[in-house]
């Protein structure tokens, strides 16, 4: 290979590591992290109502609907009744002036006034307005119930997403009956939806997946995803230019997370997973404000559950440790006692075989002598005979 051609190919080289280092990352970048937890107990669903342009919340710790500004802070709490469980998942209705949510476990979604509120004892409560419940057939049951709920404004109906087992997005009139729906296999679960109605697209974000995906409304098939950089995503809401991605700090199986909300910059389609246009998936925190406190956080919660698990651990060992000396000395003592036992019992047979022996030996001496007096009774009486010198 002549100079010419080692030059093209070091050329060639650095081209192409220049593409590959300008290509976008596959994992959105967060502008924005704070820990909403301490105003938004447990939150859990979240969406953006137009005609207030501000954020909704939920949470099911403190049964109410939390109104957010689009820099995370709150306006106001709106308090629902306490035999209100579950809740998973909100959503703005703009046209109709509603606030929807749905109950988890009973496939209830249930409607209230928006910015009309009764107050009652000094809080703000929410008004009424009408609910069903979903009667879903057998196929379409499941354990994990509603996790998302929104609006497709083409025809006023519900997109209701349940979570898993099975995977569904079902679309609903008013009156709750299923119009249609399919099983999405882009991702290993569904946490929330979002209809955005400037571009037509359903918006969906996956906690186990930890993706944020944009899907054709009505079929359903991915037009684009991106990677997300955090766990517990339990709600996504979408702007103009922002999208709004809440996270849960509850976890059966793991470390708690934080709750939190995390503001990105609404990416272009054509940027993402389905595009091959992005490049691996780091993400900066540099130019995220907050994002330093809200990964230290999790990082602390990780290191905390990791110590705790460590130490049920070793309190495991003790426990069966000491459950196997305790049997160990039962075992012992059940062993000594057998021995002991049987030694008595062997005494007390060889005293019964002595005692027995002895009186055998008085019964026969007995005898003897009682067929000794017989015979002597009946023997002849003796002669003497005496002579006289």
């Known amino acids: 290979m002549n100079i010419n051609n080692l030059f093209l190919a070091f050329v060639l080289c650095l081209t192409v590591s220049c593409v590959v280092s300008s290509a976008p990352s596959c994992t959105l970048q967060p502008l924005r992290a704070m820990d909403i937890e301490y105003m938004v107990p447990e939150p859990?669903?979240?969406?953006?109502?137009?005609?207030?342009?501000?954020?909704?919340?939920?949470?099911?710790?403190?049964?109410?609907?939390?109104?957010?500004?689009?820099?995370?802070?709150?306006?106001?709490?709106?308090?629902?009744?306490?035999?209100?469980?579950?809740?998973?998942?909100?959503?703005?209705?703009?046209?109709n002036q509603l606030l929807i949510i749905t109950e988890e476990k009973k496939a209830k979604v249930t409607s209230y006034k928006l910015n009309n509120y009764k107050l009652i004892g000094g809080r703000m409560e929410a008004i009424y307005v009408t609910s069903f419940t979903l009667n879903l057939p057998e196929h379409l049951t499941s354990d994990s119930g509603f996790e998302g709920i929104t609006i497709d404004t083409t025809t006023g109906h519900f997109i209701i997403a349940n979570e898993k087992e099975p995977r569904v997005i079902m679309e609903v009139t008013r009156k709750g009956v299923i119009v249609k729906y399919y099983m999405p296999d882009y991702c290993e679960d569904l946490s929330d939806i979002e209809y955005e109605s400037s571009s037509d697209i359903l918006w969906v974000t996956s906690d186990m997946s930890k993706t944020v995906i944009a899907t054709n409304r009505t079929t359903g098939e991915v037009i684009d995803s991106w990677n997300i950089p955090v766990r517990n995503s339990e709600g996504i809401a979408v702007t103009n230019d922002k999208i709004y991605v809440l996270t849960d700090p509850s976890s059966k199986k793991s470390a708690q997370y934080v709750g939190g909300l995390l503001i990105f910059a609404k990416p272009i389609i054509g940027t993402g997973l389905q595009s091959g246009v992005c490049s691996g998936n780091d993400y900066s925190s540099e130019e995220c404000v907050g994002?330093?406190?809200?990964?230290?956080?999790?990082?602390?919660?990780?290191?905390?559950?990791?110590?705790?698990?460590?130490?049920?651990?070793?309190?495991?060992?003790?426990?069966?440790?000491?459950?196997?000396?305790?049997?160990?000395?039962?075992?012992?003592?059940?062993?000594?006692a057998v021995v002991l036992l049987f030694a008595v019992a062997l005494r007390v047979r060889r005293n019964f075989l002595v005692r027995r022996t002895a009186l055998s030996s008085v019964a026969e001496d007995e005898e003897s002598f009682e067929a000794g007096n017989v015979a002597l009774s009946h023997s002849p009486p003796s002669m003497s005979l005496e002579i006289v010198v």
């Open 291 to 336: 994002c330093d406190l809200f990964f230290a956080r999790a990082k602390e919660n990780k290191k905390a559950f990791e110590k705790q698990e460590h130490q049920a651990v070793i309190h495991h060992r003790e426990v069966v440790t000491a459950e196997l000396i305790a049997l160990a000395v039962i075992g012992c003592v059940a062993t000594i």
């Open 44 to 95: 859990s669903g979240i969406s953006f109502c137009n005609s207030t342009g501000t954020l909704f919340a939920i949470s099911d710790d403190d049964h109410a609907i939390f109104e957010l500004n689009l820099e995370g802070q709150i306006i106001r709490t709106i308090f629902l009744d306490k035999n209100v469980k579950n809740i998973e998942a909100v959503t703005c209705d703009d046209v």
